[in-house]
C-alpha cells in the first residue's frame, strides 16, 4: 500500500461526512486505505462510519474499541494499523478541499527522499467566534527548520500532512498532553520537513477541542508539561528554545493566578521560575513588579498593563 490514511473520530457526527468525502474524492495514481479509529462517540459518529464501511469494503478499515481510549491511546492503537509507506493525518472534524492534495504531496515526498514529512498551508476556521485565516509558512525556501517547532504554537496544522510511515512512537509518548507536535518533533529527527503553498485542507477550532475546549490555566499547564518531557526526553538539545518557552508559561500562570487572587500558588509558581535560569527571559522590569505584588504586598492594580495584558502563545 503506498499511502494509509491515519485517523481518528469522537463525537464528530456534525462533520464527519464532509471528512469522509473529502478522503474518498482524492484523485491518485496509487493505492491507498483509510483507517480509523472511532473512540466510543456519544453521538453518531460510529453508526455513519460503520455504512461507509459498508459502502467501501476494504477501503475504509475501522478500529472500534469497547471503551474510550482517550487521544493519546487511540494515536498508539491506530498507527499500528496503518500499512501504506506514507500516512496521511486527518481528524474527523477536519476535511480536505483539493482533490489533488495526496498526490502533490506524495509527489514530493517521492522527488524528496531527504523529507520525513510534508505540509501545506491550511485555511482555520474558529467556529467559537466565527474567523477564519489562512496558516503562515514560518520556515526558509519550502522547508521548516526543527527549531521552529519551539516558537511557543503549532505552525502546522494535522491535516495538512503527509509522512513517511517510519515510526515506532516511543513509551513516553503516553505522557504528552497532545500527539501532533511531539509527532512531527519526533518525524525531524529522520529528515527534513517540506512545505508547499497552497491551501488543500480546513482545519476547524471548536469548544470540544482538547485544546479549545479547555481552560487556559489547564493548557498553559499542559505546555509546561509537554515542554519538560521533551527536554528530558530529547537529552536537552533543544533547551535554549525550550527555556524560554517555559519562561513565558510560567510567568503567564503566575499572573494567572494572581488574577485569580491566588498568590500562595502564585508565589509556589515564582520559586519554580527562579530556581532555575529562565527567569532570565522575563524582562526584569515585569520581575520586578511581580516581586513587588507577591512579597512586597503591592496591590496590582498597580500594574495594570502586566496584569490585564493578553496572554500570548507565540515566543519570539
Not at 533547551?239 to 508565589?267: C, G, T, Y
Request: charged share 25%.
Amino acid at each position: 500500500m503506498k499511502l494509509s490514511v491515519w485517523m481518528t473520530t469522537y463525537n464528530h457526527e456534525k462533520y464527519i461526512k464532509q471528512c469522509l468525502e473529502s478522503i474518498l474524492m482524492q484523485e491518485t495514481n496509487f493505492d491507498f486505505d483509510i483507517i480509523i479509529g472511532e473512540d466510543c462517540s456519544t453521538d453518531g459518529t460510529r453508526k455513519i462510519l460503520e455504512e461507509y464501511e459498508k459502502k467501501f469494503p476494504g477501503k475504509i478499515k475501522l478500529f472500534l474499541p469497547e471503551k474510550n481510549l482517550g487521544m493519546i491511546e487511540m494515536d498508539v492503537s491506530t498507527l499500528q494499523l496503518c500499512t501504506g509507506s506514507y500516512l496521511a493525518l486527518l481528524n474527523g472534524d477536519d476535511y480536505w478541499t483539493s482533490p489533488d492534495k495526496l498526490q502533490i504531496q506524495v509527489d514530493f515526498m517521492d522527488a524528496n527522499p531527504d523529507s520525513s514529512m510534508c505540509y501545506h498551508k491550511a485555511k482555520v476556521i474558529n467556529e467559537i467566534d466565527g474567523s477564519s485565516w489562512d496558516t503562515e509558512f514560518t520556515g526558509e525556501n519550502n522547508f521548516l527548520p526543527v527549531e521552529k517547532l519551539f516558537k511557543g504554537f503549532n505552525p502546522i496544522m494535522t491535516s495538512s500532512v503527509v509522512c513517511r510511515n517510519i515510526m515506532k512512537l516511543p513509551d513516553w509518548y503516553s505522557e504528552v498532553p497532545y500527539g501532533d507536535m511531539p509527532l512531527y518533533l519526533l518525524l525531524a529527527q529522520s529528515g527534513n520537513i517540506g512545505y508547499m503553498d497552497k491551501v488543500m485542507s480546513v482545519y476547524r477550532i471548536s469548544i470540544n477541542g482538547n485544546w479549545q475546549g479547555d481552560k487556559l490555566e489547564n493548557n498553559l499547564i499542559k505546555d509546561v508539561s509537554y515542554y519538560n518531557l521533551i527536554n528530558e526526553k530529547f537529552d536537552f538539545r533543544y533547551d535554549k528554545f525550550i527555556k524560554k518557552i517555559l519562561a513565558q508559561r510560567i510567568f503567564d500562570l503566575i499572573v494567572l493566578n494572581i488574577k485569580m487572587n491566588d498568590l500562595i500558588k502564585s508565589r509556589e509558581l515564582f520559586k519554580t521560575l527562579s530556581s532555575s535560569d529562565t527567569i532570565s527571559f522575563i524582562d526584569n522590569e515585569d520581575v520586578v513588579k511581580i516581586k513587588s505584588i507577591l512579597f512586597e504586598k503591592a496591590e496590582p492594580e498597580c500594574y495594570p498593563e502586566l496584569i490585564n495584558r493578553q496572554f500570548q502563545w507565540h515566543v519570539n
